[in-house]
């Protein structure tokens, strides 16, 4: 004889799933609005130099982690949300949770590093070399840097708590009987 199935999760931890899923997600689209917005004009000497994000490969990373993360988000956040609607649970899905959860939330630790460090390192070259004040717009690119590194740092705290929730729910999935 079998032994009955676990008892669903709680409404409460299902509600806190939700909560977390939505976070991530909003963290990771502010993230992914913020450095693609991010740009500055350099005046040099009567010549303007403009630089993009997408002229410093730690920025472009970063916009790569936030957009896969994103995407992930998102799609976690259905399946989530009909989990939630119709009280089933497909076999997989705890497999899915399992491995993306741990997958993406390094992706998204290792781009918000980078966007940390280059920020930093950039912005103290730029010093060196140029007279800089706060109010200058190279300090704007550097604190939209960042803004979104710290974003992306958020993003993955949550996917990180959601990681332990989803460990925890691969041990105690039911167990198909063959």
Do not use: C, W
């Amino acid at each position: 004889m079998a032994p009955p199935p676990p008892a669903p999760p709680s409404v409460t931890l299902r509600t806190v799933l939700l909560l977390l899923r939505v976070l991530t997600a909003a963290f990771l689209l502010i993230t992914v609005v913020l450095i693609s917005t991010n740009t500055v004009t350099l005046e040099i000497s009567s010549t303007s130099i403009k630089l993009p994000f997408n002229d410093v490969y730690a920025y472009r990373y970063m916009l790569s982690a936030a957009v896969i993360g994103l995407v992930y988000a998102v799609v976690q956040l259905f399946l989530t949300i009909s989990q939630f609607a119709t009280g089933k649970t497909h076999p997989l899905t705890y497999q899915f949770d399992f491995y993306g959860d741990k997958v993406i939330s390094y992706l998204l630790a290792t781009g918000s590093a980078a966007g940390f460090g280059v920020s930093k390192d950039l912005k103290d070259t730029y010093i060196a070399l140029i007279e800089f004040d706060s109010t200058d717009p190279v300090d704007k690119f550097f604190s939209k840097g960042y803004a979104s590194a710290s974003l992306l740092l958020f993003a993955f705290v949550s996917l990180a708590v959601l990681s332990v929730f989803s460990s925890l729910a691969l041990s105690k999935r039911p167990v198909p009987v063959s």
